[in-house]
């Protein structure tokens, strides 16, 4: 697709001017072709929450995405650490600017603008965001799940805790349970994208998990399947579903026209696992995801729960 607003990616055919409705419009569109489940939760938000929640996603996925392409540039030779770290930092920069009230002509940024008119989203959090995304530049294993938690926490519950001042709560003990949602799907990902991270030549799980199994770095790289293997893997589902239930107590602490969005996004992120079960655990050779249909097949039980709740 190519999208250009003065220079900036955003509507497709023809350059044209930049204006606030098209800045939603492009946020809406990353998150609908990138997060197909996170997508389908922000629809059953009421329309002045949406917007917002597409901006935030907006930011979050189009800086990953350029430490993702730096990553592969950088292993070809093309671009230094520091000409990625830079970019970064012009990132942060222009945030700055942001918060500051100044209008940008990037979309996200105008988007971003006009949310923060409404919503006080503060900006340490977005500030972690881009430091947890910049840990995958000069990757280093996670000796321990303290490690990994505070990397889950940047690249996740950040999000968790800036969605959370959209969707409104009664409670800020709703936070904490917005953080543990943000370690349960982070934990998810990770399990999910074993196999592919491999590839990358990356181990996301931490190495006590592996030494507590004898499950050696040696096997992992190869792809071992094998009982010590299994057990791990049981053991790191029960890690995050144990997240999931903490999140699930805080939502009946939202706003009660939030709580079926975010609920239907944390239950079918949590069947992820369900299917890497059904896969019997192999996430060398296959994705784990759950179709359309076992998605809104969820929809009634959750809507009638979150009514009651």
Request: net charge neutral; charged share 25%.
């Amino acid at each position: 697709m190519n999208y250009h607003y003065n220079g900036q990616t955003a509507v497709q055919g023809k350059e044209k001017a930049l204006t606030l409705e098209n800045a939603y419009r492009y946020c809406r569109q990353i998150s609908k072709h990138h997060a197909k489940t996170f997508y389908l939760a922000t629809l059953f938000l009421p329309k002045r929450q949406q917007n917002p929640i597409f901006a935030i996603y907006a930011l979050l996925r189009t800086v990953d995405d350029l430490v993702d392409l730096a990553e592969d540039k950088l292993t070809n030779g093309q671009i230094t650490r520091q000409e990625i770290n830079s970019m970064l930092e012009n990132w942060k920069i222009r945030l700055k600017q942001c918060y500051r009230g100044e209008v940008s002509s990037d979309p996200i940024l105008m988007a971003w603008h006009d949310t923060l008119k409404t919503y006080p989203i503060p900006i340490e959090l977005p500030l972690d965001l881009m430091d947890g995304v910049a840990m995958d530049i000069e990757f280093r294993k996670f000796e321990t799940f303290d490690d990994l938690y505070v990397y889950c926490y940047k690249v996740a519950s950040v999000v968790g805790l800036m969605t959370s001042e959209i969707f409104g709560y009664s409670d800020r003990q709703a936070l904490q349970h917005a953080i543990d949602l943000g370690i349960a799907m982070q934990l998810t990902n990770i399990l999910r994208d074993i196999g592919e991270d491999i590839d990358r030549g990356r181990i996301y799980l931490p190495m006590e998990d592996l030494k507590r199994f004898g499950y050696s770095e040696e096997e992992f790289m190869k792809k071992t399947m094998n009982h010590n293997f299994l057990a791990m893997m049981k053991f790191q589902i029960e890690r995050a579903r144990s997240y999931y239930r903490s999140s699930e107590k805080g939502i009946p602490m939202l706003e009660k026209e939030s709580r079926f969005a975010v609920m239907i996004s944390s239950r079918n992120y949590c069947n992820i696992l369900q299917a890497i079960e059904e896969n019997n655990y192999d996430v060398f050779s296959q994705r784990a995801y759950r179709s359309f249909y076992q998605k809104i097949r969820t929809i009634p039980e959750i809507w009638y729960k979150t009514r009651v709740s």
